[in-house]
């Protein structure tokens, strides 16, 4: 079965992890396991890996910061068995840090063919400085044509979000980057939270 066909998906955030994060990418119905993300601790830049399974024994995707302190910080997305770069994600930074989260999304030789947008900068303000108990939602972008979105749960303790790349039925958007960007708005976005 490739993890990477799917066109919906739930990924789950291990809620309490001392050091690092793990995060759980599930098929839609959350009863399939496809992979099994790990951030490792202690590192000065983001180092994620994605695996086939909780054996850790396939690396599928690396997901690394080029940077060590960046406030639009790049991360390359890297096919763990060919070697091959797939694409980067780059995160805006000042916009991202103080309005609302956005980032863009690269192809293999740093062009940027997409975006990814926070849904509405009026709640992602209200998310800021207010409350944040407000879903954070996401919309993936493609030369300015929708392919997909991420919506977070309702639930401040356990960061869970809904993945929906169903209205890229051409599968414009490699889903190993999109799924990328997915584990980088949980991890990245979810620390600012």
């Known amino acids: 079965m490739d993890a990477f066909n ?6 789950k955030m291990v809620f309490f992890k001392l050091f690092g994060n793990t995060i759980r990418i599930f098929d839609e119905k959350k009863t399939t396991l496809l992979l099994f993300v790990k951030q490792k601790a202690f590192k000065f830049k983001e180092d994620i890996t994605v695996f086939s399974d909780e054996t850790e024994t396939k690396s599928l995707l690396k997901i690394s910061a080029r940077n060590i302190i960046d406030f639009g910080a790049t991360y390359d997305v890297t ?9 980067a ?18 192809d293999s030789n740093d062009t940027v063919i997409g975006k990814i947008e926070e849904d509405n900068w009026i709640l992602a303000l209200i998310r800021r400085y207010l409350i944040n108990f407000l879903p954070q939602k996401f919309q993936f972008y493609l030369n300015d044509k929708a392919v997909g979105f991420v919506e977070q749960t ?3 303790f356990l960061p869970q979000m809904k993945v929906d790349f169903s209205m890229d039925s051409g ?6 980057l999109g799924l990328a960007a997915v584990v980088l708005l949980q991890v990245v976005e979810g620390k600012q939270n």
């Not at 994600?89 to 690269?106: C, H, N, P, T, Y």
């Open 79 to 87: 096919d763990s068995v060919s070697g091959g770069k797939i694409g």
């Open 6 to 11: 799917n066109d919906k998906y739930f990924a």
């Open 89 to 106: 994600l780059r995160r805006k930074g000042m916009m991202s840090s103080f309005v609302m989260d956005a980032w863009e999304i690269l």
């Open 154 to 156: 309702w639930n401040p």
């Open 171 to 176: 599968k414009h958007l490699n889903r190993k």
